[in-house]
């Protein structure tokens, strides 16, 4: 099958976290072990389905998006630790439930949990990460830093419903498809971001400037992933390449194809999409009616705008490493097609 977009060759050298990791490996290295330690539990099925997930090899971006908006604003104390490890068990919980709502079989190279326990055991124990995730909020002691990442928790969650609500529909609009994207992904980038400055007691503009960098930032993140899962590799996309198209998910790139298309094409699209015929041969011609009608460029196109909108919610504030390291991670997310 041929592949569309040049993964492997093309990364820009600049386009790195490592400024990320490094400012923040000190404090990562102890949510590494508050993680092992909240994931304990007596119920020997609960820290085997949770660290098979957690010890496979994610970067953990979250997580240290709330640690170095911490570090920003001069935060010395504890609490980032405990929010950025409520954070990653937020995310690791949404993806034992989103792995069983797709019923996918692959998640970052490995059996997904519920294809090794089953489907109820990867929700309950889901169900476990969160509740520790928000007795660690609450640990915190700081209630402007829990209502906003358990908003975010429910706001994921009506993410999720929106999409099931809307699988395999073709007629699904660009607003609609952000409006999913931006509750399933973009709204836990935006908390991470944020708790930071506010368990720091940054002014308002400076939250309001971190939220806004984590929301735009989760948007340019997902449609990357959309694009990828059309040329990239599953190194890149943690999953199967072709994985949204198997599972007949509507993505960007399917919208922007299937409305640019002739009738024929949208024909095809409607048996590939609603009537599952998404083998093989079917993924290959998926792939050249997106490049014949620029769907993938386009997608890509937008994430960048999104990437550009975080870095102007950055622009104003105070030079620092943090600041710096944040504006990396933009190029990051987005050179991962180039």
């Given at each position: 099958?041929?592949?569309?977009l040049?993964?492997?060759?093309?990364?820009?050298?600049?386009?790195?976290?490592?400024?990320l990791?490094?400012?923040?490996?000190?404090?990562?290295?102890?949510?590494n072990?508050?993680?092992?330690?909240?994931?304990?539990?007596?119920?020997?099925?609960?820290?085997?389905?949770?660290?098979?997930?957690?010890?496979?090899?994610?970067?953990?971006?979250?997580?240290?998006?709330?640690?170095a908006?911490a570090?920003m604003?001069?935060?010395?104390?504890?609490?980032?630790?405990?929010?950025?490890?409520?954070?990653?068990?937020?995310?690791?919980?949404?993806?034992?439930?989103?792995?069983?709502?797709?019923e996918?079989?692959?998640?970052?190279?490995?059996?997904?949990a519920r294809?090794?326990?089953?489907?109820?055991?990867?929700?309950?124990?889901?169900?476990?990460?969160?509740?520790?995730?928000?007795?660690?909020?609450?640990?915190?002691?700081?209630?402007?830093?829990?209502?906003i990442?358990?908003?975010?928790?429910s706001?994921?969650?009506?993410?999720e419903?929106?999409?099931?609500?809307?699988?395999?529909?073709l007629?699904?609009?660009?607003?609609?498809?952000?409006?999913?994207?931006?509750?399933?992904?973009?709204?836990?980038?935006?908390?991470a971001?944020?708790v930071?400055p506010?368990?720091?007691?940054?002014?308002?503009?400076?939250?309001?400037?971190?939220r806004?960098?984590?929301m735009?930032?989760?948007?340019?993140?997902?449609?990357?992933?959309?694009a990828?899962?059309?040329?990239?590799?599953?190194?890149?996309?943690?999953?199967?390449?072709?994985?949204?198209?198997?599972?007949?998910?509507?993505?960007?790139?399917?919208?922007?194809?299937?409305?640019?298309?002739?009738?024929?094409?949208?024909?095809?699209?409607?048996?590939?999409?609603?009537?599952?015929?998404?083998?093989?041969?079917?993924?290959?011609?998926?792939?050249?009616?997106?490049?014949?009608?620029?769907?993938?460029?386009?997608?890509?196109?937008?994430?960048?705008?999104f990437?550009?909108?975080?870095?102007?919610?950055?622009?104003?504030?105070?030079?620092t490493?943090?600041k710096?390291?944040l504006?990396?991670?933009?190029?990051?997310?987005?050179?991962?097609?180039?």
């Amino acid at each position: 099958m041929g592949v569309v977009l040049n993964i492997e060759n093309g990364k820009r050298e600049a386009a790195s976290i490592k400024d990320l990791i490094d400012l923040t490996s000190a404090d990562m290295g102890r949510v590494n072990k508050l993680i092992l330690s909240k994931a304990g539990s007596d119920v020997e099925m609960i820290p085997e389905i949770a660290n098979h997930l957690i010890s496979s090899g994610g970067k953990r971006l979250r997580p240290m998006l709330t640690l170095a908006s911490a570090q920003m604003f001069g935060y010395s104390g504890e609490g980032h630790v405990k929010l950025a490890t409520s954070v990653e068990f937020m995310h690791t919980a949404t993806l034992l439930h989103d792995d069983v709502v797709d019923e996918s079989g692959m998640r970052r190279g490995k059996k997904t949990a519920r294809m090794i326990w089953g489907n109820q055991a990867s929700v309950l124990v889901g169900d476990f990460l969160l509740g520790q995730a928000f007795r660690m909020m609450v640990d915190v002691g700081s209630l402007e830093a829990l209502d906003i990442l358990s908003s975010a928790a429910s706001i994921i969650a009506e993410g999720e419903v929106m999409q099931l609500a809307a699988a395999k529909n073709l007629e699904t609009t660009e607003d609609e498809h952000f409006a999913v994207i931006k509750a399933k992904t973009a709204a836990l980038f935006s908390a991470a971001a944020e708790v930071g400055p506010v368990i720091a007691q940054a002014t308002r503009n400076d939250r309001a400037a971190l939220r806004s960098y984590g929301m735009n930032l989760g948007l340019a993140f997902q449609l990357i992933d959309d694009a990828l899962d059309y040329g990239g590799t599953s190194k890149d996309l943690g999953k199967n390449v072709g994985d949204d198209f198997r599972e007949g998910k509507v993505t960007l790139p399917v919208i922007l194809a299937y409305r640019r298309g002739t009738k024929a094409e949208r024909t095809f699209w409607k048996r590939a999409i609603e009537d599952n015929f998404t083998d093989d041969a079917g993924l290959e011609k998926a792939i050249g009616l997106m490049t014949r009608h620029g769907a993938i460029a386009d997608t890509i196109g937008r994430a960048g705008h999104f990437g550009e909108i975080a870095r102007d919610a950055l622009a104003p504030l105070e030079a620092t490493p943090q600041k710096s390291a944040l504006i990396d991670v933009i190029d990051f997310c987005i050179s991962r097609v180039n």
